[in-house]
């Protein structure tokens, strides 16, 4: 059975930073393309970056966040990264990490980041 597994988010204050990982399993982790996904309070699934090919060396990010956060893979520990920096209010969201074939329907538990002073 293909399981994603979140965590690492947390409090923070502005400006603040956090690490997200998000633990595979049940499949090929290193054959897929991953991203992540988040879902602030009373808003719709926002896309916000992507990792392309086994390397990790391809990626991708929403203009929201693009300079600040920073998608990563360890292939070797089926695990994927969301490094979080010069964090915001408006980045308080419940984020999802997702195959990138499927990140319009993420079926994980997601891990909440709330930045809030």
């Known amino acids: 059975e293909e399981q994603l597994v979140e965590s690492g988010g947390g409090l923070v204050q502005p400006g603040g930073s956090l690490r997200l990982s998000c633990a595979a399993s049940?499949?090929?982790?290193?054959?897929?393309?991953m991203s992540w996904v988040r879902q602030a309070p009373g808003k719709g699934l926002e896309w916000i970056s992507s990792?392309?090919?086994?390397?990790?060396?391809?990626?991708r990010y929403a203009d929201s966040v693009k300079g600040r956060f920073t998608i990563s893979r360890d292939n070797a520990k089926n695990t994927l990264y969301l490094q979080m920096n010069s964090l915001k209010p408006e980045d308080t969201a419940v984020y999802y990490c997702?195959?990138?074939?499927?990140?319009?329907?993420?079926r994980s538990q997601g891990t909440q980041v709330t930045v809030s002073s």
């Open positions: 049940g499949f090929t982790f290193s054959r897929f393309a």
């Open positions: 997702t195959k990138t074939t499927t990140w319009r329907t993420p």
């Open positions: 990792v392309f090919g086994g390397d990790g060396t391809m990626t």
